[in-house]
Nanobody
Framework: QVQLVESGGGLVQPGGSLRLSCAAS????????MSWYRQAPGKERELVAA???????HYADSVKGRFTISRDNAKNTVYLQMNSLKPEDTAVYYC??????????WGQGTQVTVSS
């Protein structure tokens, strides 16, 4: 059974940091590209950051220089380190696993709220 379980969300003040984790099971984690998406109220889900099975990374322009995606294949976990958080980063953050567009899995999401 495939599972993606996100954790690490919460309430943080502007300028603060959070580290999201996504623990995967039920598939060959190291073979999948992993991504973080987010969806704010009233907006479409958007790609935040992605990391390929080879370790190449891609970021949305809005988070470049502030967010870092990484993966630990030994722990079947992908991380999103978020620094210098802004109120506009407030959203539900989702973990995604993708195998060449053929197989695609989603987590349930974790809420991130940036507010003073």
């Amino acid at each position: 059974q495939v599972q993606l379980v996100e954790s690490g969300g919460g309430l943080v003040q502007p300028g603060g940091s959070l580290r999201l984790s996504c623990a995967a099971s039920g598939f060959t984690f190291s073979s999948y590209a992993m991504s973080w998406y987010r969806q704010a109220p009233g907006k479409e889900r958007e790609l935040v950051a992605a990391i390929t099975s080879a370790g190449y990374t891609h970021y949305a322009d809005s988070v470049k220089g502030r967010f870092t995606i990484s993966r630990d294949n030994a722990k079947n976990t992908v991380y999103l380190q978020m620094n210098s958080l802004k109120p506009e980063d407030t959203a539900v953050y989702y973990c995604n696993a993708d195998w060449g567009g053929v197989e695609d899995y989603w987590g349930q999401g974790t809420q991130v709220t940036v507010s003073s």
